[in-house]
């Protein structure tokens, strides 16, 4: 029902900023929960931050929190990433779960997800 691709990746250096967008294809995208989720090398795919249908609402992981911030309009998702660091490298993925559960940082959770966009953060 909705298709997601991610754009926006790149190489920055630490302290740095990268904005990541996701643009959704397909109808009622609106009523889903968008997350951002990152797996580095050697790591598992990790909850990165979320946003609810209605906007009203974003959770981010520890790691991130106070440096990323998500945000959605239409049928875009974004993550803004400022202060970049090191270990933020990795492949970033956009998902969608329709409605929600309130358990957004489980992978699990979500049936949609983008091919992914390489994020290099460089010293």
């Known amino acids: 029902q909705v298709q997601l691709m991610e754009s926006g990746g790149g190489l920055v250096h630490a302290g740095g900023s990268l904005r990541l967008s996701c643009t959704a294809s397909?109808?009622?995208?609106?009523?889903?929960?968008m997350a951002w989720f990152r797996q580095g090398p050697g790591k598992e795919r990790e909850f990165v931050a979320a946003?609810?249908?209605?906007?009203?609402r974003t959770v981010y992981a520890d790691s991130v929190r106070g440096r990323f911030t998500i945000s959605r309009d239409k049928n875009m998702g974004y993550l803004q990433m400022d202060s970049m660091k090191l270990e933020d490298a990795g492949i970033y993925y956009c998902?969608?779960?329709?409605?929600?559960?309130?358990?957004?940082?489980?992978?699990?959770?979500?049936?949609?997800w983008g091919q992914g966009t390489q994020v290099a953060v460089s010293s």
């Open positions: 998902a969608a779960q329709f409605g929600g559960s309130g358990d957004y940082n489980d992978k699990g959770n979500y049936g949609y």
């Open positions: 397909g109808h009622c995208f609106r009523s889903y929960t």
């Open positions: 946003i609810t249908s209605s906007a009203t």
